[in-house]
């Protein structure tokens, strides 16, 4: 009921197959104690954005263990674990996918770019880019400088 939880044992879920996490399930009734004994044919996860590596084992009587694993290619979403009784989800818990903790932390942004060619030989000399050159140094005045002295300093 509304006191079954998911606990993820990691902030955030790397976006490969062999980066596991580990999760418990804390099963309880509507009173929050805990539920033990239950069948596991009643019990089932669903994931998006990951997949299950360990399938759930009781460990204690209202304690579940599994494991999932990230999906290549979903770094930047958000993966989801949901705990289903007889076929209704109970408790979900949302994890981000990052390619590494400080994205995960603070995020990230894609902006801008560039893009690089090889240089044409035509680009690596050229008249035009010479004669702007010579230009340029034939404008550039010299500016006479004053000389300072220090007067008075022993």
Do not use: W
Not at 57 to 77: C, D, H, N, T, Y
Not at 123 to 145: D, H, I, K, M
Request: hydrophobic content about 40%; some cysteine; aromatic content about 4%.
């Amino acid at each position: 009921g509304q006191h079954t939880a998911i606990v993820l044992g990691s902030e955030f879920l790397r976006p490969t197959p062999d980066a596991k996490i580990r999760g418990l399930v804390q099963l309880r009734d509507k009173d929050g104690r805990p539920v033990g004994g239950v069948s596991s044919r009643r019990l089932a996860l669903r994931t998006n954005n990951a997949r299950i590596a360990t399938d759930l084992k009781e460990e204690v009587p209202g304690l579940f263990s599994f494991q999932i694993k990230g999906v290549a290619a979903s770094g930047g979403q958000q993966a989801e674990v949901s705990l289903l009784f007889d076929g209704r989800t109970v408790a979900s818990k949302a994890i981000p996918v990052a390619l590494d903790s400080s994205a995960a932390n603070e995020g990230y942004q894609v902006s801008g770019g560039c893009g690089l060619k090889p240089m044409t030989q035509s680009a690596a000399f050229s008249y035009e880019n010479l004669g702007a050159l010579v230009l340029l140094c034939c404008l550039r005045r010299r500016v006479p400088r004053k000389k300072v002295t220090a007067k008075g300093l022993d």
